[in-house]
């Protein structure tokens, strides 16, 4: 996968490209991506994959015009438009299949396949999602990940978490206010901005799959994603939680088959 | 000098093991430690003590916002600083402050701090707070990356609303409103004097200096730790050209305690101050900066690490300790003088908001500690900063003459005014 930079009218964004095979475009969750992400690499054995950065997220530039849903659904089409992409398969993991749902809602005519991998963007009272801005960085694994230690190790690999270290420390803090910082934006303090009301628009053909073990989005949420997009179809994989892309990264793969 | 004695209204009956049983003392506080015929007491008091400074000719008392919070019984603090309006005859009333990003919409703010202007005959200094991030993001929902540039537009709207004489449509990002035409308006003219708490902010530096602001650093880590953070705010005075120094650009609080002997002062306000500090700031640090709350400039500025709350390390800290590493001014009139003397030069403040009431602290200790200080201590402090005492700029202009309250005329007979 190559990192590039395109013209968008608000920002300039960075994005990994790479593979071959029909179009894909990834939306990364709040967490971004993993340097040399598993799942990435295994959609390109496939896909010509697309995964745009959010602005703030990696070394990307931040822009302080994108403030709302609408903001952040226009700016994933402007994305679109600019690497010249017709109809891509659209995919999306968490926030990012909350921006991939909403992009299918606005536009429901230039979105034929739609891929929400644990998507947030619902609220339930009976089950509601914890709050991960006032997470402590080192309780996120276990929130996160069915196999918590795997969760850590790959977590780890992406910085070794050093917080004795001023120096560490202020790197990470730059980090999660950038990333989080742009993800609070349409995530704090509630996931909600009226997804829900609109999932009735969508009419790609969806693929909604869910990690049988994730405490972060509990299952709850599939079946309403299910029964709020018109024909959607729900995979539920075994062992694996939140992070269900790099958990099970194979079966996620494989559920996106029936775009072919 | 000008001093203001600063009640936070601590909820007094945190218990014993708070620390281990609970999370925090702030934002998801058990609500089943909370006992309302206790708070009648309570507000009543601090009230009274409040009150009772103003006896003891402190140039203010003191008043802030917080929401959810063990150690603050004051989400509006505009509701005491009514009754104080009333209740008092010259002090400033110093509301440090209303954090305006919070108020829907924020001429709220403008309007009510308006009223307590009118009603006190000028005795405002106003202060406005972005507010911490357990009160601003945690407790009131304001998005962490946005919540800046909402606290500009609302104080951008406030100014407008004093100054303007004329009704005028406001078309914000966050707030829309036709008709902007404040009423009651300010007696200080064009608005009341403005105090900004900051917490290293380079952003809230350059707010204060650019609006000739006061910024204040309310602590509690004491003057010694507050000196990297107030000499970047000197820094920037500096660096962006400002006409002047004036200490009262700043402001500074502190925790004291004052008794006859340095020993007595530790047997008197020992256990109170580690009420305070090993209870009440027991906050859970996931609350304490919620990501985007801060600049990547700020962060990046490197000074947070230095003056982040200690909430952890205050367990291990003794009564030596925390003396001497300025957590608290302590001891007799003169140990507390010259401490006091060396804040002031070191930090170089004109405000200092003093915490003299402390944690759970019965009141006839807060008394005797306050009087202390105000006989004491306080008249060998006024004289600092001597070629500055005419610097107005940042303290409240009240009215000459003013109203007493509760002087009705006796209730006249008109029954025997005879028909027309």
């Given at each position: 996968m190559e990192l590039r930079t395109i013209a968008t009218p608000h920002v300039p964004v960075r994005y990994f490209e790479g593979g071959s095979g029909p179009a894909l475009v990834f939306l990364h969750g709040a967490g971004g991506l993993l340097p040399q992400d598993p799942f990435l690499a295994a959609l390109a054995r496939k896909y010509r994959v697309y995964a745009p950065l959010l602005p703030g997220y990696g070394d990307s530039e931040d822009c302080s015009e994108l403030r709302d849903m609408i903001d952040f659904t226009l700016h994933s089409w402007d994305v679109v438009e600019a690497l010249g992409l017709d109809d891509p398969i659209l995919v999306g993991h968490s926030m990012g299949g909350m921006i991939a749902a909403e992009m299918a809602a606005v536009a429901p005519n230039d979105v034929s396949r739609l891929a929400l991998l644990a998507p947030a963007g619902l609220w339930l009272d009976q089950f509601p999602i914890p709050d991960i801005f006032s997470m402590l960085p080192f309780q996120l694994a276990a929130f996160l990940f069915y196999d918590e230690k795997f969760g850590a190790q790959l977590m780890g690999a992406a910085g070794t978490m050093n917080f004795g270290d001023p120096e560490w420390l202020k790197m990470f803090l730059v980090r999660n206010a950038r990333q989080l910082g742009t993800a609070g934006k349409i995530l704090f303090p509630i996931p909600d901005r009226g997804l829900g009301g609109r999932l009735y628009r969508i009419k790609a053909r969806t693929v909604i799959v869910w990690g049988e073990n994730d405490k972060l989005i509990p299952p709850a949420y599939a079946e309403r994603f299910r029964a709020g997009i018109a024909g959607a179809e729900l995979v539920m994989i075994r062992?694996?939680?939140?992070?269900v892309p790099l958990e099970q990264t194979a079966q996620v793969v494989a559920a996106l088959d029936r775009f072919a | 000098m000008k001093f203001t004695w600063f009640?936070?209204?601590?909820?007094?009956?945190?218990?014993?093991?708070f620390r281990e049983k609970h999370r925090s003392v702030w934002v998801d506080i058990d609500a089943r430690l909370f006992d309302p015929a206790r708070s009648h007491l309570l507000y009543n008091g601090y009230m009274d003590l409040l009150e009772y400074a103003a006896t003891l000719g402190f140039d203010g008392i003191g008043v802030n916002e917080h929401h959810q919070n063990g150690y603050g019984l004051m989400p509006s603090p505009n509701l005491i600083a009514a009754t104080l309006a009333r209740r008092t005859q010259d002090v400033a009333l110093v509301v440090l402050g209303n954090s305006i990003a919070l108020y829907n919409p924020p001429v709220r703010v403008a309007e009510e701090f308006a009223m307590l202007d009118c009603i006190s005959g000028g005795r405002l200094v106003a202060g406005f707070p972005v507010g911490t991030s357990m009160d601003t993001n945690y407790c009131y929902g304001q998005i962490p990356a946005l919540t800046r540039e909402k606290y500009q537009e609302a104080h951008d709207l406030i100014m407008r609303a004093w100054h303007s004489l004329e009704p005028f449509a406001f078309n914000g990002r966050y707030n829309k409103l036709r008709y902007v035409n404040i009423w009651p308006r300010p007696i200080q003219q064009p608005n009341p004097p403005i105090h900004i708490p900051g917490g290293g902010s380079v952003e809230t530096y350059d707010f204060c200096i650019d609006h000739t602001y006061s910024y204040s650093y309310l602590s509690f880590t004491g003057y010694i730790r507050a000196r990297a953070l107030m000499q970047g705010y000197w820094d920037r005075v500096a660096e962006r050209n400002a006409a002047d120094h004036s200490p009262y650009r700043a402001g500074f609080a502190q925790t004291i305690c004052v008794a006859d002997t340095d020993a007595a002062a530790e047997r008197l306000y020992g256990e109170h101050v580690n009420y305070f500090y090993?209870?009440?700031?027991?906050?859970?640090?996931?609350?304490a900066d919620a990501p985007g709350y801060r600049t990547i400039r700020t962060i990046q500025s490197g000074a947070l690490s230095q003056y982040a709350p200690a909430g952890a390390t205050f367990a291990k800290l003794t009564w030596k300790d925390m003396v001497e590493g300025g957590h608290i001014i302590a001891g007799s009139p003169e140990t507390v003088r010259q401490r006091m003397e060396e804040l002031i030069k070191s930090l170089h403040v004109g405000h200092i908001f003093c915490l003299?009431?402390?944690?759970?602290?019965p009141a006839e200790k807060a008394m005797y500690s306050s009087k202390l200080f105000a006989e004491q201590v306080m008249p060998k402090l006024r004289g600092l900063h001597p070629e500055l005492a005419?610097?107005?700029?940042?303290w409240c202009r009240p009215l000459a003459k003013r109203a007493t309250p509760g002087s009705l005329p006796p209730v006249p007979d008109l029954a025997a005014v005879p028909a027309q």
């Open positions: 062992e694996a939680a939140h992070m | 009640d936070l209204m601590p909820w007094p009956d945190l218990p014993k093991d090993n209870r009440c700031l027991h906050v859970f640090p996931g609350f003299l009431h402390i944690g759970d602290m005419n610097d107005h700029r940042f």
